[in-house]
């Protein structure tokens, strides 16, 4: 019998519309948990699932800045992607130290076509590096006219 995995995507800070957009389009493949401007790494050390974290970036005097560098220092959650969202006139003012603790920083206001599309390339980078089944490996295949590179099995499965 197969186990099923809930992956989960914890927004913070997000506003209404981000989050019903969100929720619109993949609530089918993940479960979103919603936390305000006073997110807690404490309200979620239970959780096992989580895939990403999407942050909004646009209000730094709320503390969330501090709450995604204690995700970072935390063992846990560490290797989970954290993804910002920032409103484009925003992200000159961001300092570097700040958006070095990002893996991305999506420049709003965008399409969620756009949106989804990152948010699905993180979930997937997620799976892939924390999948301790898959090594990574190429593959060679020689040819009359040389040495090819096969990119299509760049992971196999064990």
Known sequence: MESWN???IIAIGLNEEQISGIREFISDKYTIKVYGDDFDIDGIMDRDDVYLFLVNTD???????????KLKKNFKFQN??????????????????TKLLFEDIILTPCSYEDLLNRIEIW????????NRDIKACAF???SQSGTILNLDALFQLD
């Open 140 to 142: 060679i295949n020689r």
């Open 123 to 130: 979930v997937k980078t997620y799976e892939i590096i924390s």
């Open 59 to 69: 209000k730094p005097w709320t503390g969330i800045i501090e709450s995604v560098k």
């Open 80 to 97: 989970v992607p954290v993804v910002g969202l920032a409103l484009k006139k925003h992200i000159d003012k961001m300092d570097e130290q």
């Open 6 to 8: 809930v992956k989960e």
